[in-house]
């Protein structure tokens, strides 16, 4: 079965650089989260989308934007990045039907910013 | 406000015992989701379980069960006959209900390293 796509897998920027990642859903989902994994700690929710609208807002910098696409892929942009976003950054996907909420896990990203 | 608490920072068994999780959660929801996700040394997030509030029925999948105590706010998660490739990190995790937007996310506790030793 498909799975969530996410790419690239491993990413190692300068400080001060700029970012994107990208999310693929698993078909026929309408809604991407996106989440941030620090080192030894837990997933922290950044931010999502429904029906390529924005739906919820978490900790997400605002040196950090995300849109999701027409085919519902989503891109998380990080500029100015700084030492402390070096992480794990998730992308999981959801079908927005009433009463099921199961978010399907991508593999991650993970950013190194040197 | 959500809040997930896993009280057991890090859990370390011989093989074959039995080993529980604790999760403790508090949200003023009347209608929410519990979640499990085991997260091995390979770093993805393994999803295990789902319980809606309105189910207090404990569920049995092999050597995993979990017991779900609303009265106490508790989701707790135990392993039996622990192996080597249980080792990983677990995470409780909490979501309310799906609202106009369809979209709700997850609070995640700070997690519990399992560590089993053969």
């Known amino acids: 079965a498909a799975g969530v796509i996410q790419s690239p897998r491993h990413l190692i920027k300068e400080k001060r650089e700029t970012a994107t990642l990208k999310c693929y859903p698993i078909?026929?989902?309408?809604?991407v989260y996106w989440y941030q994994q620090g080192p030894g700690q837990d997933p922290q929710f950044l931010i999502s989308?429904?029906?390529?609208?924005?739906?919820d807002k978490g900790s997400i910098p605002d040196r950090f934007s995300a849109q999701q696409f027409s085919d519902y892929h989503s891109e998380l942009n990080m500029s100015s990045l700084e030492l402390g976003d070096s992480a794990l950054y998730f992308c999981?996907?959801?079908?927005?039907?009433?009463?099921?909420?199961?978010?399907?896990f991508g593999p991650g990203t993970r950013l190194t910013v040197l | 406000a959500q809040k997930v608490t896993q009280a057991q920072t890090e859990i370390s068994v011989v093989e074959k015992e039995d080993v529980t999780l604790d999760c403790v959660y508090e949200?003023?929801?009347?209608?929410?989701?519990l979640f499990w996700y085991k997260q091995p040394p390979s770093g993805e997030l393994v999803f295990l379980i789902r319980?809606?509030?309105?189910?207090?029925q404990n569920e049995i999948s092999g050597r995993y069960s979990w017991n779900f105590q609303k009265s106490t706010s508790s989701f707790n998660f135990t392993i039996t006959a622990s192996q080597v490739v249980d080792s990983a990190v677990y995470f409780c995790?909490?979501?309310?209900?799906?609202?106009?937007?369809?979209?709700?996310?997850?609070?995640f506790g700070t997690g519990t390293r399992l560590t089993v030793i053969p």
């Open positions: 949200t003023r929801d009347t209608t929410y989701y």
């Open positions: 319980r809606n509030s309105f189910d207090e």
């Open positions: 999981a996907s959801s079908s927005g039907l009433v009463g099921y909420n199961e978010q399907f």
């Open positions: 078909p026929r989902h309408d809604t």
């Open positions: 995790a909490l979501s309310d209900a799906l609202d106009q937007t369809g979209a709700n996310n997850l609070f």
């Open positions: 989308f429904y029906e390529k609208m924005q739906s």
